[in-house]
């Protein structure tokens, strides 16, 4: 699966024009993950590797967009990609590089995720996740993750700096943020896309998630919401 990434750009620019934003989005398209080693270390396609060109292409032009990434290798290679094409459309880009929680801090024993992925199917990994179902040894509960995650995107902007922050990161991340809005025990509910992703904006002392249509204040820089 991948996304319309022109619609995508389209929000980003139009919350950016009256908005300090950041950007949480899925790698580009990756090789099929067949077993535990390729979980780490499946790389992008050759369509892949153009979706993130292109989309670097589609940003901003008039604000420095600085991109952080996991330390998944696919997920450096988008970021290199996205970087690539801010550049060569006459954008402004900063490569800041990794940062461990936007790998997923919150899996504990990541040696287990490819089997219960396996046991449970994706769908199933997710409710069952959502539902307090896995020990707390082996990844941390949803809430917890995604408070940890939130605290770790306002450090990195600190400042409250006019700059696009553009995370790249993984699909189960980008399924902490959507759950608050959508309900992931629906059967309506999807799996991110390929280069899916949330905004979030900070107006006042709030910062806001955007998803699609939807938004919701889900951090106050004074009280906790979540």
Request: with cysteine; hydrophobic share 40%.
């Amino acid at each position: 699966m991948k996304l319309d990434i022109n619609e995508f750009a389209d929000r980003i620019y139009e919350y950016s024009r009256s908005n300090i934003i950041s950007v949480l989005l899925r790698h580009s398209i990756r090789e099929n993950i067949i077993n535990r080693d390729s979980l780490r270390n499946a790389q992008l396609t050759p369509e892949g590797e153009k979706l993130a060109y292109e989309f670097g292409k589609l940003l901003p032009k008039d604000r420095l967009i600085r991109i952080f990434h996991s330390p998944i290798s696919r997920c450096k290679d988008t970021a290199e990609l996205i970087y690539q094409g801010i550049r060569d459309s006459h954008g402004s880009g900063l490569m800041i590089g990794e940062r461990d929680f936007l790998g997923g801090t919150y899996i504990l024993k990541g040696h287990l995720i490819f089997d219960l992925f396996t046991d449970h199917g994706v769908s199933g990994f997710v409710e069952k996740w959502f539902r307090g179902g896995f020990d707390k040894t082996i990844l941390h509960p949803p809430k917890r993750a995604r408070n940890d995650m939130i605290n770790s995107l306002i450090q990195c902007n600190q400042n409250n700096s006019k700059e696009i922050d553009l995370h790249v990161s993984h699909d189960l991340n980008i399924i902490l943020f959507k759950a608050v809005l959508f309900d992931v025990f629906s059967e309506d509910f999807k799996w991110p896309e390929f280069m899916e992703g949330v905004i979030f904006k900070k107006k006042d002392k709030d910062l806001i998630l955007c998803v699609k249509d939807k938004e919701k204040i889900i951090h106050n820089l004074a009280r906790k919401i979540i």
